[in-house]
């Protein structure tokens, strides 16, 4: 008898248990109601994961989605502790890039009591998957994230079976900056991947990062296509391209296959990818 009592003592005592530590696991998602995004990416996750409502700052550079140009502008790269602090967030989702020149105020401000979290620079798509599931665990909305992540994924899948295997293959230059000096991206890039992701091959692959570079190199690596995203006009990028000595002798410029895009659409690592990987696809396989 008294060994029954004992072993209903247990039982019990490991149901109080349970449910202590079920409280406890549920409690370490905290609900965030004045969140400040620094980046218009990470702006673009947050509004995806339902909790646009809760958004009440974003960075001076944020154009979508519409409902931001209401809230309150803050310049990431030169932010201001005393206007943070009187915005009064409880969530701060910052860029790694912002830890090189704005650390000292981000982490004053974490004294304070605010959350500062620090999303990873996404250098390909399988990483902005993953930013996408970092602000999910943040936030609580790790379930939205996961069907976020899969959406996406879904839609990129429909960009890239549209591609002709026939053009597949295709050698493309990427031109960032025309002024003062040229820059194009290589390996270990969001534009690289993108590239690879629909088939293409980027002419600087075997660089890593941001590569300042020169026209005599970019004839003997001779594109098939060459896409500008500096922000000028796709005729002005045509004609200042036949302008360029030694140009005539690229194949994207004997074939006139010369581009301008948007940058936001195909460098901006969030919900919209596939909207960008789709033109820049059209662009690349015109």
Same mark, same amino acid.
């Given at each position: 008898m008294k060994g029954i009592k004992v072993i209903c003592f247990i039982f019990i005592a490991l149901l109080v248990l349970s449910g202590c530590q079920t409280n406890q696991k549920t409690s370490d998602h905290k609900a965030y109601h004045r969140i400040i995004s620094l980046m218009p990416s990470n702006t673009e996750i947050l509004y995806e994961l339902g909790l646009? +409502?809760?958004?009440?700052?974003?960075?001076?550079?944020?154009?979508?989605?519409?409902? /931001?140009?209401?809230?309150?502008?803050?310049?990431?790269? @030169?932010?201001?502790?005393?206007?943070?602090? +009187?915005?009064?967030?409880?969530?701060?989702?910052?860029?790694?890039? @912002?830890?090189?020149?704005?650390?000292?105020?981000?982490?004053?401000?974490?004294?304070?009591?605010?959350? /500062?979290?620090?999303?990873?620079?996404?250098?390909?798509?399988?990483?902005?998957?993953?930013?996408?599931?970092?602000?999910?665990?943040?936030?609580?909305?790790?379930?939205?994230?996961?069907?976020?992540?899969?959406?996406?994924?879904?839609?990129?899948?429909?960009?890239?079976?549209?591609?002709?295997? +026939?053009?597949?293959?295709?050698?493309?230059?990427?031109?960032?900056?025309?002024?003062?000096?040229i820059y194009t991206a290589g390996s270990d890039t969001f534009y690289d991947d993108m590239l690879r992701e629909i088939k293409a091959k980027n002419i600087f692959h075997d660089e890593k990062g941001w590569i300042k570079t020169d026209k005599e190199i970019i004839v003997k690596r001779n594109p098939d296509v060459m896409i500008d995203t500096s922000g000028q006009t796709e005729s002005t990028y045509q004609s200042l391209n036949k302008k360029r000595d030694g140009f005539d002798q690229i194949q994207a410029v004997k074939d006139n296959h010369i581009h301008a895009i948007d940058a936001n659409k195909i460098s901006r690592p969030g919900p919209r990818i596939a909207e960008g990987l789709n033109e820049l696809a059209d662009k690349v396989y015109d």
């Open positions: 646009e +409502k809760s958004i009440i700052g974003v960075s001076t550079v944020d154009d979508y989605p519409k409902g /931001v140009k209401d809230k309150q502008q803050f310049d990431a790269f @030169n932010l201001d502790y005393e206007s943070l602090l +009187k915005a009064k967030p409880d969530l701060i989702v910052a860029h790694e890039s @912002n830890k090189s020149t704005q650390e000292k105020v981000l982490n004053k401000l974490s004294k304070s009591g605010v959350k /500062v979290v620090y999303v990873k620079d996404a250098h390909s798509i399988k990483e902005m998957y993953q930013s996408f599931e970092q602000i999910g665990k943040v936030t609580g909305k790790e379930q939205e994230s996961k069907d976020l992540v899969n959406r996406v994924k879904g839609e990129i899948t429909e960009v890239v079976k549209d591609i002709p295997k +026939k053009q597949q293959g295709k050698k493309v230059f990427m031109e960032i900056s025309a002024q003062p000096d």
